[in-house]
């Protein structure tokens, strides 16, 4: 079956970096998405990576490895408005997205 | 600004008493999508469309329902909500169905209630 894996809940502080790692199984494989998304909103796109390796921007990186079926997503110099859920997908063959359950990270001061 | 504008934000129901939720799109993307959400959950696709063609996802229960009567607003009926139903509903857009990065742009959201 199609699954995505990632961690429940996380925990940083304010200024630091966290990883938010996500592990994937699906059939086939048309690249993966992070979205961020507040507590009560909708989602909001961060990235997208199809190719291996790392993309930048900004604050925010995205790291894939295809032949691992993994992704993170690193976040830098944390501010307490980057509380937020941030949630996996993974498009299979079809183009059709298989979603993670999110990460809620907590940011301390 | 183009954007996806989803009525009502919140709606409060009676069990059994139906419901409509509506999206409208001002980015010109022909994939429509409803995705139904539960707290702390993965959001799960209920249907899309490809311009007007209506996919189904086979788990999908036949409580709900979807029309597109054009390529700017979707609806989404629930005929008989149950208590399980309560979450967020979520509509989104994407520019194409099948290529490269297929970004979906989400709706605020229609969060409903049932009493």
């Known amino acids: 079956g199609q699954n995505i894996d990632q961690p429940t809940e996380m925990t940083a502080t304010e200024g630091a970096i966290v990883q938010i790692n996500c592990t994937y199984q699906t059939s086939g494989f048309n690249g993966l998405f992070w979205y961020q998304q507040h507590a009560g909103e909708a989602p909001t796109f961060l990235s997208y990576?199809?190719l291996d390796g790392l993309e930048e921007k900004g604050r925010f990186s995205s790291f894939l490895s295809r032949s691992k079926g993994y992704s993170y997503l690193l976040l830098k110099e944390l501010q307490m408005k980057d509380s937020a859920s941030y949630l996996c997908a993974a498009m299979d063959s079809n183009y059709q997205l298989i979603w993670g359950a999110g990460t809620k990270l907590i940011i301390k001061p | 600004d183009a954007m996806v504008i989803q009525n009502p934000r919140y709606q409060v129901t009676q069990f059994g008493k139906p419901v409509t939720l509506s999206c409208s799109q001002t980015l010109n993307h022909n994939v429509m999508y409803w995705y139904q959400q539960k707290s702390s959950q993965a959001p799960k696709l209920l249907f899309h469309?490809?311009?007007?063609?209506?996919?189904n996802e086979a788990d999908t229960p036949d409580n709900f329902q979807s029309r597109r009567p054009n390529t700017s607003f979707c609806f989404l009926d629930i005929r008989s909500p149950g208590l399980g139903d309560a979450a967020m509903y979520l509509c989104a857009t994407s520019g194409t169905g099948s290529s490269g990065a297929n970004v979906l742009t989400f709706g605020a959201g229609s969060r409903l209630t049932v009493l």
């Open positions: 469309y490809y311009d007007k063609d209506f996919n």
């Open positions: 990576n199809v």
